[in-house]
């Protein structure tokens, strides 16, 4: 009897070390397989980290340079507006707000930095003859989102009488209330004055050549 629970003990203590060896191994693998992982996540950490800095970089260059194309190409549509004393507007807001750029002021001889007027400002500047006219045009380009093209005469400060033609754009948004009417006002007093002149010479060479032949 005493040699079987020396047996059973022996047998007992190997069972036991094989158990434990399994044991250690097991959690020897489990250490080195959180250490893999952990060095794989960090190396996976490194590389986004790295190409994030890349990315942003790359992203602030892109974002420099297409602002410095936006900036030259602003500052020569300012110089072409200029030139052609032509102004820029935008209509928001189903006709609530208005934006003038400085070109646009000039135009109608507002002098006043940063000057940015109503729209019912900016209606009572026009001809009260072509005021109902230029009203009706914009409210029909903004209601039926369509080109408009209009002629009318502005009041200046100082009296003077000035012809504008106003080409537009109906921009539609998500809604109807944010269709918004972008366009550029032209001055073309000289045309309609050269026009005018032209005019009455055909008319005086009318009445010439009919009381030549009276």
Request: hydrophobic share 45%; net charge neutral; charged share 25%.
């Amino acid at each position: 009897l005493r040699a079987q629970i020396k047996l059973g003990d022996r047998l007992t203590g190997e069972i036991d070390a094989s158990f434990e060896a399994r044991d250690q191994a097991v959690v020897r693998g489990a250490i080195a397989s959180t250490i893999r992982q952990k060095r794989d996540v960090t190396i996976a950490l490194l590389i986004t980290g790295g190409l994030s800095i890349v990315f942003v970089l790359l992203t602030r260059r892109r974002l420099k340079r297409r602002h410095a194309e936006i900036e030259a190409i602003s500052i020569r549509f300012s110089m072409a507006t200029e030139a052609a004393r032509a102004g820029v507007y935008e209509l928001q807001e189903q006709g609530s707000k208005v934006w003038w750029s400085e070109t646009m002021s000039a135009l109608y001889g507002q002098t006043a930095p940063g000057f940015q007027p109503t729209l019912g400002e900016w209606l009572a500047m026009i001809h009260p003859a072509d005021r109902a006219a230029a009203r009706q045009a914009m409210d029909t380009a903004l209601r039926e989102r369509q080109q408009l093209h209009t002629h009318y005469r502005v009041v200046l400060p100082d009296g003077g009488v000035r012809h504008i033609e106003s080409l537009a754009a109906a921009i539609t948004g998500d809604s109807a209330a944010s269709t918004r009417l972008v366009g550029i006002d032209l001055d073309v007093t000289e045309r309609v004055t050269a026009e005018e002149r032209e005019d009455r010479l055909q008319l005086q060479l009318r009445e010439a050549s009919r009381h030549a032949g009276i």
